[in-house]
């Protein structure tokens, strides 16, 4: 699965290559009228090593490890750095196949999992804006996707998905259940495969269960989950 590279002449970058044009890039996001520019030498810089899993692995750590330090108003920028992983000029292409992101799922997710912390509270919207443009980006949005079967990579990828939102919803701290649900209704709003009976009977039971709850204290957030 290629980006239309001659792999007889793809070469990777390295990490060296890699580390200058992120902070490049992480410059130019930081500042309104460069941060477009950034996005986009970010989405060819991707483009360049997504045929390589060590190159964009390395990629996704470097953002994370970036990402860490900085206010929740410096972060705000460059979180979108982790949806643009999954985009390609090649996703407007019906042939192209973004199971190649799939292996990127995991380490990203987990990115998105540490930054939920109280003192993160004003991003938690960019949180839930970066996962909904991750589902637009690797899953089926057609409404007709209520009723495909997956296979079992697609299975994987959705479950992922869905379980972040669940495991926060569940996690015993108002931040995390703030996300998990602002997420959830950013699944549901974006991904159809969420009808699919096996899929809507859990998130159903998950939404009651926590309703039911005296001290589950997200749920404004919830509610718009069920009226999404």
């Excluded at 996001?29 to 996005?39: L, N, Q, S």
């Excluded at 970036?66 to 019906?94: A, G, M, Q, W």
């Excluded at 919803?169 to 699919?196: A, F, H, W």
């Amino acid at each position: 699965m290629s980006l239309g590279n001659d792999k007889n002449n793809y070469n990777p970058m390295s990490n060296q290559e890699i580390n200058s044009s992120l902070i490049s890039i992480y410059d130019k996001i930081g500042k309104p009228p460069t941060k477009e520019v950034g996005y986009d030498l970010f989405l060819k810089l991707v483009n360049k090593n997504l045929d390589s899993s060590p190159q964009m692995n390395y990629i996704i750590n470097h953002i994370g490890e970036f990402l860490s330090p900085l206010t929740p108003k410096e972060k705000d920028p460059c979180i979108k750095l982790l949806s643009l992983v999954f985009y390609s000029p090649s996703n407007e292409d019906e042939s192209f196949d973004t199971k190649i992101y799939f292996p990127y799922l995991t380490p990203v997710l987990s990115i998105l999992q540490n930054l939920i912390k109280d003192t993160n509270s004003p991003i938690f919207p960019t949180i839930s804006n970066t996962f909904a443009e991750i589902v637009q980006n690797i899953m089926p949005t057609d409404i007709e996707a209520s009723n495909i079967e997956l296979d079992e990579d697609e299975k994987t990828a959705y479950e992922m998905l869905q379980g972040f939102c669940i495991y926060n919803m569940r996690y015993d701290d108002k931040s995390n259940r703030i996300v998990g649900s602002l997420c959830l209704t950013k699944l549901v709003e974006n991904c159809p495969i969420v009808l699919q009976s096996q899929y809507m009977k859990l998130i159903w039971e998950v939404i009651i269960s926590l309703i039911d709850k005296k001290n589950f204290n997200a749920k404004y957030e919830l509610l718009n989950c069920l009226i999404s």
